[in-house]
């Protein structure tokens, strides 16, 4: 358990833009409520939502910054599908301050509705190609649930995993590190703890402020910044943090070698990386998603132990 001292939320960054020429619509925002709708004028977007949690007892003084992967908002780290209380609080309850980020048009930072904006459209996510991106089972097993092996995902309530699912964009990267770069100004000294997606942006984010980062958590990071990115990355050590069941695609086997790639590339520019495999540390069968797995606290436990003795 934990007391809370102080909690809020903020938005951060983002650009104005400006629509001109279009023309005026009725809309109707609830029966017998119809106005004359003009969408020009100017439009703030590509902002970002972060809500902080301060504990009474704080025991270390970096804050924690929790950023989410693709079409997933900051909700991933609160609660897990089966229930039980997800990495913010633990974290909370080992005395960290924490900042969880929803980035650039996931969840409530929102997203821009005027057309041409941003390449692409949003692409939603399938409950079949989360079963196999998060290595929660082969895909041939999907429409029997059977899972791998000793896996610790909560298999039994993957449909309430899927409601926290949101619509992504492809073509945001470079507007979701502007977020993430605004976020880590507003915060000021931090260790980030970023999964999948979130280890690509805010690894380029963290290397492009090297004086706010402590220490950076790459969870499963979906690719990583490049050598001059790595360069500047040089001052504050790093965690490469991969599950289990690898070896099982190629997708994940090629992540797994970015990792230490990354990893020896810092370590020869005189920096600091370390790869950790959590069957190694005494969690197997971790999926992609082990915010959400069995043994989620016992993770949290030791990542908050290598936090500080690292960072």
Known sequence: MYELEDFGSFHVGGRLIEVSGEPSRTVAYAPGMEIEYDPNGR?????????????????????????????????CWETTPDGRAGWLHHFLAQGFAVHVIDNVERGRSGFCAVEGVWDGVPLARTLEEAWDLFRFGHPDDFEARVPYPGQRFPIGHLEQFQRQFVPRWTSTSEAQVHGVSAALERIGPCVMVCHSQGGYLGSRAAAAHPGLVRGLVCAEAAAYPDADGLAAGTGFPWLMLLGDYLDRTERWARGSEAARGCAGEIVRLGGRAEVVELPDVGFAGASHMYMMDGHSAGIAAWLGDWIRSRC
């Open 43 to 75: 439009f703030r977007i590509e902002q970002v939502y972060v809500q902080y949690f301060v504990p009474r007892q704080r025991r270390f003084e970096p804050a924690l910054v929790l950023l989410h992967g693709g079409g997933l908002t900051g909700a």
